[in-house]
T-cell receptor
Framework: AQKVTQAQTEISVVEKEDVTLDCVYE???????LFWYKQPPSGELVFLIR??????QNEISGRYSWNFQKSTSSFNFTITASQVVDSAVYFC?????????????FGTGTRLLVSP | EAGVAQSPRYKIIEKRQSVAFWCNPI?????LYWYQQILGQGPKLLIQ????????DSQLPKDRFSAERLKGVDSTLKIQPAKLEDSAVYLC??????????????FGPGTRLTVL
């Protein structure tokens, strides 16, 4: 069975600090997809990134970067020079590819508080 | 492009009452999802539609929950009768097609249900 663990319940940083959100996943499939979503106070989850299990290249998008390591089953998310607008709950999610349908299993989320 | 619409945004009911939530997905999106998000947890998939057919309802408590997506567009989720443990945010999401496992899901703002 697939499972996603986000051990950090809440992280507080001061603006301009770098912060890393951890995500560890479990799956028996060799083909799977990993996602990060952001949930601001408004409640709507917003897609940030998707990686497939065959692509371990790290990715950078502006102040955001993602580190995918199959050897440790981790897909960590780093925000560089954090800003107050980054305050939100961040979810890591996993979808196994075997059925042909996307079925997301979410972690419990990490609440990030960025203070000025 | 209009996003996923949900109504109502908030609902307070007493246990054993009935309640219904409505979702209108992004135009042209074939797949519609209903999630339950209990406070402090990640979203949990309740049911997934592909057009007007059910793809996955394995986690839907069918003795009290029901959902339909007539004509393959908007959808209604119903709880009858409600229990205290049903207090949660009910999120609706849509994507172009669940058959493409890499598709991102677009989420609505959710309906916050409180059962007293």
């Amino acid at each position: 069975a697939q499972k996603v663990t986000q051990a950090q319940t809440e992280i507080s940083v001061v603006e301009k600090e770098d912060v890393t959100l951890d995500c560890v996943y479990e799956t028996r499939d060799t083909t799977y997809y990993l996602f990060w979503y952001k949930q601001p106070p408004s409640g709507e989850l917003v897609f940030l990134i998707r990686r497939n299990s065959f692509d371990e290249q790290n990715e950078i998008s502006g102040r955001y970067s993602w580190n995918f390591q199959k050897s440790t089953s981790s897909f960590n998310f780093t925000i560089t020079a954090s800003q107050v607008v980054d305050s939100a709950v961040y979810f890591c999610a996993l979808s196994e590819g075997g059925t042909g349908f996307q079925k997301l299993v979410f972690g419990t989320g990490t609440r990030l508080l960025v203070s000025p | 492009e209009a996003g996923v619409a949900q109504s109502p945004r908030y609902k307070i009911i007493e246990k054993r009452q009935s309640v219904a939530f409505w979702c209108n997905p992004i135009s042209g999106h074939a797949t519609l999802y209903w999630y339950q998000q209990i406070l402090g947890q990640g979203p949990k998939l309740l049911i997934q539609f592909q057009n007007n057919g059910v793809v996955d309802d394995s986690q839907l408590p069918k003795d009290r929950f029901s959902a339909e997506r007539l004509k393959g567009v908007d959808s209604t989720l119903k709880i009858q009768p409600a229990k205290l443990e049903d207090s949660a945010v009910y999120l609706c999401a849509s994507s172009p097609s669940a058959l493409a496992v890499t598709n991102e899901q677009f989420f609505g703002p959710g309906t916050r249900l409180t059962v007293l």
